[in-house]
């Protein structure tokens, strides 16, 4: 029987979402690889267990994680019901629907009739009562945004999620969707967005400054660049790497002669600081307080540990801010 130490909040550091009186810790683990049908459900254990003894209240899923689409909240829900169910009120669960799910016409995207379907499945995959964060995943360019926002708010008022989100949402149709749910009075407070030193596509898009501007917080995925952004790759391509066993999210083709010197240079400016280059990356993302969380992957419960180091030096001088964005853009 797991008991999660009793020093697991001393260490953490939590930031308020946005305007909402919810609080995320500034690492959050994600559920998008190594938890699905392909992995080692000790390990997966394993990873929760340290995860939570250190602070780490928050596991973020989607409905389609897996690579078979269902099984990570699954194995997720099997961890809680076995082990992590008895600090259920402790905990941050957040799911999504907007991906490919079920065959069909009803079975992806942002129609009404999917999302709150979805959403039923995931609470029965997971065996709870309701989730605290429901995204949508993806932004539909056919379906209605008030059908959308609207199906939200009904997951809300039917007491299946406590809060909704929005992820890959863009600044201009988030603050249209912001709008809608306002008016719903439905509790928007998160957008969950791809972001790192080498993707500066919310700063670019509108989504970061929107996101500010309409109080809301943003956690974000990918933050090392599917591990292009730590020491994994300065001396080539590992055969045990995600670019050799698993070629779904990152390709031979990303790590170019060019992408190698920008990692070591970037390896050299973390040095300077006292910071592994994961660690520098996160502090990066973590920066200036609008990001509220940023959302890690990991294959060992050790990577857990590694990650976390990385809140305790968020502070960077405007020269370090500079020479990253030099070598990296």
């Known amino acids: 029987m797991y008991n999660a130490s009793e020093k697991r909040y001393e260490n953490m550091l939590y930031n308020r979402c946005g ?50 689409p ?15 169910g008895q600090y259920r009120d402790e905990l941050i669960i957040s799911t999504k629907a907007g991906y490919d799910m079920w065959p069909g016409p009803y079975g992806n995207w942002g129609s009404r009739k999917y999302l709150l379907a979805s959403l039923d499945q995931s609470l029965q995959r997971m065996g709870l009562e309701y989730v605290d964060i429901f995204y949508h995943h993806r932004m539909d360019p056919e379906t209605p945004l008030e059908e ?41 407070i998160i957008n969950q967005n791809r972001y790192s030193i080498f993707d500066r596509t919310i700063e670019n898009n509108g989504l970061k400054d929107t996101a500010a501007e309409l109080g809301k ?32 999210f990152l390709t031979k083709d990303a790590l170019t002669e060019e992408r190698l010197q920008q990692i070591r240079n970037l390896n050299g400016i973390a040095a300077g600081r006292g910071q592994t280059l994961a660690e520098m990356a996160l502090s990066w993302v973590l920066r200036d307080g609008i990001v509220t969380s940023v959302l890690v992957g990991v294959s060992r419960p050790e990577q857990v540990l590694d990650d976390i180091r990385a809140i305790q030096n968020l502070e960077f001088s405007k020269e370090e801010l500079a020479k990253i964005d030099s070598v990296s853009l």
């Not at 305007?19 to 699905?36: D, E, Q, T, Y």
């Not at 609207?150 to 989100?165: C, D, E, I, P, R």
């Not at 952004?229 to 055969?239: A, D, M, V």
């Open 148 to 188: 959308t926002m609207g199906a939200l708010a009904q997951a809300v008022s039917s007491g299946k999620a406590l809060y909704v989100g929005l992820s890959n949402y863009d600044g201009e149709t988030l603050k249209k969707a912001s709008a809608i749910l306002d008016e719903l009075r439905c509790p928007f």
């Open 217 to 248: 917080g943003i956690i974000a995925f990918s933050p090392l660049a599917q591990g292009l952004l730590t020491n994994r790759y300065l001396n080539g391509i590992p055969e045990d790497s995600r670019i050799m066993t698993d070629g779904r």
């Open 70 to 84: 269902g099984s990570a909240e699954k194995n997720f829900g099997r961890i809680l019901k076995e082990d992590l």
């Open 19 to 68: 305007k909402s009186g919810l609080k995320l810790p500034a690492v959050s683990l994600g559920l998008w690889h190594n938890f699905g049908d392909t992995a080692p459900f000790e390990t997966m254990r394993q990873i929760c267990f340290t995860a939570f003894d250190n602070g780490i209240t928050h596991f973020d899923l989607a409905n389609n994680y897996g690579p078979e």
